[in-house]
């Protein structure tokens, strides 16, 4: 791991030269966008290995209120079972909400538009499935970068946010909904493909 907490250092001195930036208890990349008056606070989470495609992304984007970007390093930490991680995982971004208590929550994932809506899910030895499909959901201990260890269960029940009137693909969005809205924060997926102008729709609705 310290190889990764070397490289989270390394971008976050580099980010911090340009804008307000931290690294919290669980190894996540915060950076601060100020926006224009009014407006809501909307926090951003991204895979930390799609840092650069996202920071383009918002480069010169216009909205008002502020946008907190989590550049999130789960999916490569390692777990003490050797089981490598197939997705980021819930207690960095739960930690995280309940820090900060956006006003909304944007979870960037592969695909495009936005996704409203996730059927419940589990990963077993066998891979992801359903909630209901054989196979008991995997059980890991996840080490942050920053040394913190903890408890993943690989298992996320289905959550559903109303549709918006965008023009834009909506579908399914990922798993990881579900933290957002058990904390009563409205919550969207928003594809990494085409992300600048889903967000820019986004951000003019908001």
Avoid at 5 to 32: I, K, M, N, P, W
Avoid at 65 to 94: C, H, I, K, Q
Wanted: aromatic share 6%; with cysteine.
């Amino acid at each position: 791991m310290p190889a990764l907490l070397e490289r989270l250092s390394q971008d976050l001195e580099v980010l911090s030269g340009h804008l307000r930036a931290g690294l919290d208890e669980f190894g996540t990349l915060l950076c601060y966008l100020e926006g224009g008056r009014g407006g809501r606070t909307t926090l951003l989470h991204a895979p930390y290995e799609e840092a650069l495609p996202v920071l383009q992304a918002l480069n010169g984007l216009s909205f008002r209120g502020r946008l907190l970007l989590a550049l999130d390093p789960s999916p490569l930490s390692p777990t003490r079972e050797e089981v490598p991680l197939s997705g980021p995982t819930r207690a960095p971004l739960e930690h995280l909400l309940e820090r900060t208590r956006p006003d909304r929550l944007l979870l960037a994932f592969p695909g495009e538009g936005l996704g409203l809506t996730y059927p419940g899910g589990k990963e077993t030895q066998a891979g992801w499935g359903s909630l209901e499909a054989p196979g008991t959901a995997l059980v890991l201990h996840v080490e942050a970068p920053t040394g913190l260890t903890y408890r993943e269960v690989r298992a996320y029940g289905p959550w559903e946010s109303p549709p918006l009137p965008l023009d834009l693909p909506q579908g399914e969005g990922p798993y990881l909904g579900g933290v957002g809205r058990a904390l009563g924060i409205p919550t969207y997926g928003v594809g990494l493909v085409n992300l600048r102008a889903s967000l820019e729709a986004l951000l003019r609705l908001w």
